[in-house]
Every structure is written in C-alpha cells, then in structure tokens.
C-alpha cells in the first residue's frame, strides 16, 4: 500500500473521529441549555433543580469522552494512565492564581448552607471531569497524535474551548468576547499543564475548584432571566487582562516542555 493512500485513510479516519466527537459534544452543551431555558421559561428557578440538571449533562458528556479516549488508544497522552505525577507545583501555581481571582470578586453570600454548599461542590466536579476529559483529554490528545505537534494542539483546542463559552451568549456582546478570549487563555494553560504533569486527574481537581470558588457568590440563587447583566467594555477588558497571565504561562510552560523534550533525544 503506497504511502499517499496510507496518509488519505489516516486523515479520513482523524477527522470521522474528530467529526463524531464534534456533533456529541455540541448536542450535549446545546441540549443541556435548551432543559436550563426552558426551566427559565416555565418558572422552573430552584437551584438545586438547575445545577443537578447540569451536573447529570456534565457526567452524560464525562462518560462519552472517556469512552472516546479509550476507544482511540489514547489513554496515556490524555494522562489516564498510570504515570506518576510530575511537575505538580505548576498546576497549584496557575489553579492558586485563579482561585485568588474569584475569591477577591466574591459578592455576599446568602445562602451558605450544608446542601448549596454541596449541590454546588458536586456540579463544579463533574464541570472537571466533563471539560477535562472532553477537551484536554480527547480532543487535544487527538490532535497531539495526528499533528505530532502539542504547540499546535493545544491552541486549537483551547481556541474551541473558548468558541464552545458562546452558547449562553447572555452576557452581551463584550462579555461574550471576554468569555471566549478567557476560556481560550485558560485552555492554554490547562493545556501545556497536561503535557508538563502527564496527567489529567490533577487538572480535574483544579478545574473543579476555580468553579466552586467562582461560584460560591451564586449559592442558593434562583435562576432567572434577571439574573445576569450585560457585561460592559471596561469590565470586559478587566476580565481579560486579569486572566491573560495564564495564557502566558501556558506559553511559558509549552516552551519549557518543548526544551525539556529536544534535550531527551
């Protein structure tokens, strides 16, 4: 079999993979906030009902990109296997920082109860899980193998990661450009720290951890159309500015992985 037909299948066989992948992850973020509006729409606003109904998409999509990165034999670059952690001060340095970020903007917190406090810790892990395993996990392992190039493969996936924080699209023009730019800075970093520590677990927990503390401000809250404002430009620009070290830590520690890799051969 000649080589050319040898690259036409790979590619054919990539982007079936990657097209799959594609159309279930946006079915299940697209369903998951056509149940949160209609809630909205009939009046439906507790909070539990909401972050337990996010919570069981959230497994639902944890569970699908598992099976994927199984499937595809790509267990040990989606660090699933069992490798021993490396390099895991990285991850506390870039998850402190975000940590700190939201605890400085924390509002007053009504409803600090037991079970908010729990519904709400349970919904930020399956958050880890989901958007670990689906976007660092398969998709940017995926590109990783088919690439040979971890530089190209984590922008491409953070650049999605950033595109797929649109589908609220309920924070106004400017807050959902900000979202994007800093969801995509975020994937960089997350990105690079997957190639540094290989493994995935620890950026589980992290993930779930910025989440809560994101969150704590919005315990016990009911779900409305009033809830969120339009985000204005300075805050925006805020927003971005404040998060946009992590992007350069991610630079930061792609290009250290990258030096550590030629020095190894």
Not at 6 to 14: D, V
Not at 155 to 172: D, E, M, P, T, Y
């Amino acid at each position: 079999m000649s080589n050319k037909l040898l690259l036409i299948m790979r590619n054919t066989t990539f982007l079936k993979k990657i097209k799959l992948f594609v159309i279930i992850l946006l079915g299940i973020t697209v369903l998951k906030q056509v149940t949160i509006s209609y809630f909205i729409n009939n009046q439906i606003s507790n909070y539990h009902i909401h972050l337990l109904t996010r919570t069981a998409y959230n497994i639902l999509l944890a569970f699908f990109s598992f099976y994927m990165i199984k499937t595809n034999g790509l267990k040990d670059v989606a660090g699933l296997s069992n490798v021993k952690t490396k390099k895991i001060g990285f991850v506390i340095i870039g998850s402190f920082y975000l940590i700190l970020l939201n605890i400085l903007f924390v509002d007053n917190i009504a409803n600090y109860t037991i079970l908010n406090i729990s519904i709400l810790l349970v919904h930020c892990i399956s958050i880890g899980f989901a958007e670990e395993l689906s976007i660092r996990g398969f998709l940017q392992s995926s590109l990783v193998t088919y690439f040979k190039n971890s530089k190209k493969a984590i922008f491409i996936a953070s650049l999605i990661f950033g595109v797929l924080h649109l589908i609220n699209f309920n924070k106004g023009i400017y807050g959902e450009l900000s979202q994007v730019l800093f969801a995509t800075f975020i994937g960089v970093m997350f990105g690079a720290l997957l190639l540094i520590t290989k493994r995935i677990y620890p950026l589980i927990i992290a993930h779930a951890l910025i989440d809560f503390f994101g969150g704590i401000d919005s315990l016990g809250h009911s779900f409305t159309t009033n809830n969120i404002e339009p985000t204005s430009l300075s805050s925006a620009i805020a927003i971005t500015l404040l998060v946009s070290p992590c992007f350069f830590f991610g630079l930061y520690l792609m290009k250290k992985h990258i030096k550590q890799k030629r020095s190894q051969e």
